[in-house]
């Protein structure tokens, strides 16, 4: 199983949609949660990171997480084509007292004008 | 805002020769890692450090590979003997304590 799982998409949706990126990890001790946005050809860009069970709304974006169910999930509401991009999850736990991250392989998202 | 900084943007090497890939991470950020990204393909970790040593490698970062911290400043990677396949986007990120990563903005390695 992987440790860190996403759909590798295209997911595709109309501008102005509601877009829902899943994440889901195997490791239960998993501490801290990331949402990245990478454009084609360009770095990772940290978006929006949870820490607790629930929501975390920051501007159009809603992180949610779900420990029991070891699901994170990202919402970005209003989609515009800008938002095309590939968003990566990534799953910190401790590792003999350091912090090791792991990401996703990335879910490319697609707004359609 | 705080970056993370690389040089070169793009590096061309000839197979089998070393390069030295540089890396200044945001200064009181304690963490400091390297991933590459084969075009098309996911972000893979190499390697991080803390403290001035290795933290953790991947099997990807192997005798090929090293790292240094030189000054309080640089933070490199080095690839000896350099093979087709190490042809990547090689990425450094650093970050304080509990939160996420601050990424450079890459540097393409192509191997010829």
């Known amino acids: 199983q992987k440790e860190v799982e996403q759909n590798s998409g295209p997911l595709s949706v109309p501008e102005g949609a509601i877009a829902s990126l899943n994440c889901t990890y195997s490791d239960r001790v998993s501490q801290s949660f990331f949402w990245y946005r990478q454009y084609s050809g360009k770095s990772p860009e940290l978006i929006m990171s949870?820490?607790?069970?629930g929501d975390k709304e920051d501007g159009r974006f809603t992180a949610q997480l779900n420990k029991a169910s070891q699901y994170v999930s990202l919402l970005i509401r209003d989609s515009q084509p800008s938002d095309s991009a590939t968003y990566l999850c990534a799953v910190t736990r401790n590792s003999g007292g350091y912090q090791k991250v792991t990401f996703g392989t990335g879910t490319k998202l697609q707004v359609i004008p | 805002e705080p970056e993370v900084t690389q040089t070169p943007s793009h590096q061309v090497t000839q197979m089998g020769q070393e390069v030295i890939l540089r890396c200044v991470p945001i200064s009181n950020h304690l963490y400091f890692y390297w991933y590459r990204q084969i075009l098309g393909q996911k972000v893979e970790f190499l390697v991080s450090?803390?403290?001035?040593?290795?933290?953790?490698k991947s099997e990807i970062f192997d005798d090929q590979f090293s790292v240094e911290r030189p000054d309080g400043s640089n933070f490199t990677l080095k690839i000896r003997s350099t093979k087709l396949e190490d042809s990547a986007m090689y990425f450094c990120?650093?970050?304080?304590?509990?939160?996420?990563?601050?990424f450079g903005s890459g540097t393409r390695l192509t191997v010829v």
């Open positions: 450090f803390y403290n001035n040593e290795i933290s953790e």
């Open positions: 990120a650093s970050r304080a304590a509990n939160y996420g990563y601050t």
């Open positions: 949870i820490y607790s069970n």
